[in-house]
């Protein structure tokens, strides 16, 4: 097949537009599946089509050059219009197949559970699920629905409040056999506190309760399942979300020692769809079921 002489080797333009994004051969090499050695042989590759420096390299970072910032803005732009083409099209054909991206913790402590009374109830709808840290690109097909924790709002999508969370500290009764008091907010500063990444949970519950984290001994974990895990395995105080410790509280295996709970709209579950694209009729039934049972959890 003959390319054109005006158009670029894709591969090429894919990795500019990855690096020019992330600033980093390393990181994308990772988003692309390809060595970060085969990143550099496409920049060099398109450098050469193009007659110019795309990039200045540094020690320890990459720059765009003048041309590469221009150049990249258009191409950016580019790869965005064959997303949101790619993700309208398999919108609007509607084969009955929903991706939706939700927090590993998430997915693990509350919807795989409840995941086949809604196949029960829409044999014909396919549910595809990503867990995922990071923040999904709706824009750009990498979703179809998504189910954000936080604050919200965010850019570029639409988000509908689903339910704010029920905060309260949770331990293992493990950590209390030996005696040790818990029966007040203050009591906690005895305790190694478990963090998440974002720390907003412990400080909306601290500042509720009157307490100050200034003092505490604070055990930083990377997400909320590992936090659970420590919890459970007795490692500290984590600060439960309700609906994801339900099966924890249950069994026994963990234990609210305060009555002190709090919701907030800092800490709340959002179903977020693309700005300017409407979902189909398998991605309304799945949106209705999460609604519906989100808020009766």
């Known amino acids: 097949m003959r390319r054109s002489s005006t158009l670029p080797p894709l591969q090429a333009l894919r990795a500019f537009e990855a690096v020019g994004r992330l ?3 390393r990181k994308a090499g990772e988003e692309l599946l390809i060595t970060q050695s085969a990143v550099s042989h496409h920049i060099h590759e398109l450098e050469a089509v193009l007659g110019c420096r795309l990039f200045i390299r540094k020690a320890r970072s990459i720059e765009l050059t003048a041309e590469g910032a221009a150049y990249h803005g258009r191409i950016g732009a580019g790869f965005q219009l064959i997303a949101e083409a790619t993700a309208e099209l398999r919108a609007a054909l509607g084969h009955g197949a929903v991706r939706l991206s ?3 913790s998430f997915a693990a402590n509350w919807l795989v559970r409840r995941l086949p009374a809604f196949q029960r109830l829409r044999p014909d709808i396919k549910v595809e699920i990503i867990p995922t840290l990071d923040l999904t690109d709706l824009a750009r097909g990498e979703a179809d629905l998504a189910i954000r924790y936080g604050a919200g709002p965010w850019p570029g999508v ?3 409040l689903l339910v704010q969370e029920a905060l309260a500290p949770v331990i293992s ?4 056999a030996g005696g ?3 029966r007040e907010p203050g009591d906690l500063l ?3 506190l478990l963090f998440a990444k974002r720390a907003a949970e412990w400080q909306v519950w601290a500042q509720s309760a009157g307490v100050d984290l200034a003092a505490a001994r604070i055990v930083q974990l990377t997400d909320y399942n590992v936090v659970l895990q420590a919890a459970l395995s007795g490692q500290g105080v984590a600060m439960g979300r309700g609906r994801l410790i339900e099966d924890h509280l249950a069994s026994g295996r963990l234990v609210r020692p305060l009555d002190h709970q709090v919701r907030s709209a800092q800490m709340a579950y959002w179903l977020v769809t693309p700005t300017g694209r409407q979902p189909n009729a398998p ?3 799945l949106a209705a079921w999460l609604e519906r049972e989100l808020g009766g959890a």
């Open 102 to 104: 939700v927090l590993p």
């Open 190 to 192: 005895a305790f190694p």
């Open 158 to 160: 639409q988000a509908h």
């Open 283 to 285: 991605q309304r039934a």
């Open 173 to 176: 009764p493990s950590l209390l």
């Open 23 to 25: 600033l980093s051969f």
């Open 180 to 182: 040790a008091r818990l």
